[in-house]
């Protein structure tokens, strides 16, 4: 099985910076697609910004220009920084490993993964 535990959420006032991380453990051989989500109060489950196992990033156009993703395989770390932050970007970020483009046969490596999330609060 895979573990993800997110970090560095915390509060901060509008424009400014966190840099959230997200660290994994247990099985570790998989290719594999690396994804943020966030989810406000009230609303559904949004999808962030992803980077793929060659490193490939994606992201959402709300938060395109202000956000970056990036992974460190040998530390089995993902990153997003995020910066430029606006009030709306208050939410509980969560980070996902899933299948990449050719996943590996071992049942590990076909499953979705999540972390338990970290808070980010940006105040006007």
């Known amino acids: 099985q895979v573990e993800l535990v997110e970090s560095g959420g915390g509060s901060v006032q509008t424009g400014g910076s966190l840099r959230l991380s997200c660290a994994a453990s247990?099985?570790?051989?998989?290719?594999?697609?690396m994804k943020w989500f966030r989810q406000a109060p009230g609303k559904e489950r949004e999808f962030v910004s992803g980077?793929?196992?060659?490193?490939?990033?994606t992201y959402s156009e709300s938060v395109k220009g202000r956000f970056t993703v990036s992974r460190d395989d040998a530390k089995r770390m993902l990153y997003l920084q995020m910066d430029s932050l606006k009030p709306e970007d208050t939410a509980m970020y969560y980070c996902?490993?899933?299948?990449?483009?050719?996943?590996?046969?071992?049942?590990?490596?076909?499953?979705?993964?999540w972390g338990r999330g970290t808070q980010v609060t940006v105040s006007p």
């Open positions: 996902q490993q899933k299948p990449g483009r050719y996943p590996s046969a071992n049942a590990y490596c076909q499953k979705i993964y």
């Open positions: 980077i793929d196992a060659d490193g490939g990033t």
């Open positions: 247990g099985y570790a051989g998989c290719r594999h697609d």
